[in-house]
């Protein structure tokens, strides 16, 4: 196996960088301010089976996309910036009812977001004809479900990949073969409850933060902006680890990921940036 060129050493270090990033309770802390710290600690207990609920709506929402909807044929390049309006529309009219809202806004932002993912794969040589493929666009909602605090022998990238990677497989074979997703599939309703238990932490990260009494339906409208921004953000590390995998092996590129996220997390613990390569 030849070695990783410097421009996909770049590449992997960036994807890096994509992927271990803070997670989205930080990105929103930011955003929000200290209000959301304590909205967080003080989501009504009545609102956490309608959330979980709404979560695992969504996501069996965006895997009927994913094998029936999404257009195998069209090639082109990954455009951000119109998803993101899309979903910042969408929670600025959510903004306006509050949480109740989110029952209504969340499966249509997942199936945004999941087109916008979609083509972030293509525009890294995916081919969506794929089941496989269609289903590891599925999977960046589990990755995007990571937090910095996590323990990462359990729930680093790679980690969370190998949780899923059975899920999928048997899923995608399933697909395959009946070329539908039957709602109630013992092997689809295993891969939905995954993905569901890591997106459902950044969905209730999200309706905190909505739950904020200044917010309103600008701040709403921001708050869906930085949820895009992060799965796109990890769509894009997603990937580029899969094209290099393909073009190097998954052991190269695994090795050569750990080093530079060890290198990330140097950095960040002596106060440097991380200084690209």
Do not use: W
Not at 24 to 31: D, M, P
Not at 84 to 100: D, E, I, N, Q
Request: glycine share 8%; with cysteine.
């Amino acid at each position: 196996m030849n070695a990783m060129t410097p421009e996909d050493r770049r590449a992997l270090k960036e994807a890096v960088r994509l992927l271990e990033h803070p997670g989205f309770a930080a990105r929103l802390a930011n955003l929000v301010g200290q209000p959301f710290e304590k909205a967080l600690g003080s989501l009504p207990e009545k609102f956490s089976e309608p959330i979980h609920q709404t979560v695992t709506t969504a996501i069996q929402r965006a895997l009927d996309v994913a094998v029936s909807k999404l257009d195998p044929q069209v090639r082109r390049p990954s455009t951000d910036r119109k998803h993101r309006l899309l979903t910042a529309v969408t929670g600025s009219v959510g903004g306006f009812f509050g949480l109740p809202a989110l029952v209504l806004e969340l499966p249509v932002t997942t199936t945004v977001m999941l087109r916008s993912i979609a083509e972030i794969a293509r525009s890294e040589g995916e081919d969506i004809n794929d089941p496989e493929v269609r289903l590891a666009c599925l999977e960046v909602f589990a990755l995007g479900g990571r937090q910095e605090g996590d323990d990462s022998t359990e729930t680093g990238y790679y980690a969370v990949r190998a949780v899923l990677a059975r899920a999928i497989t048997d899923a995608a074979r399933y697909i395959s073969e009946r070329g539908v997703a039957e709602q109630g599939a013992p092997v689809l309703v295993r891969l939905i409850a995954a993905i569901s238990a890591r997106f459902g932490i950044v969905v209730t990260e999200k309706a905190a933060a909505v739950a904020v009494p200044v917010i309103g339906a600008l701040g709403a409208a921001a708050i869906n902006l930085v949820f895009m921004e992060h799965f796109q953000s990890i769509a894009h590390g997603h990937f580029t680890v899969r094209r290099l995998e393909r073009t190097y092996g998954l052991d190269v590129v695994r090795a050569e990921y750990e080093r530079c996220r060890e290198e990330l997390l140097e950095a960040r613990r002596i106060g440097r940036e991380y200084v690209r390569v």
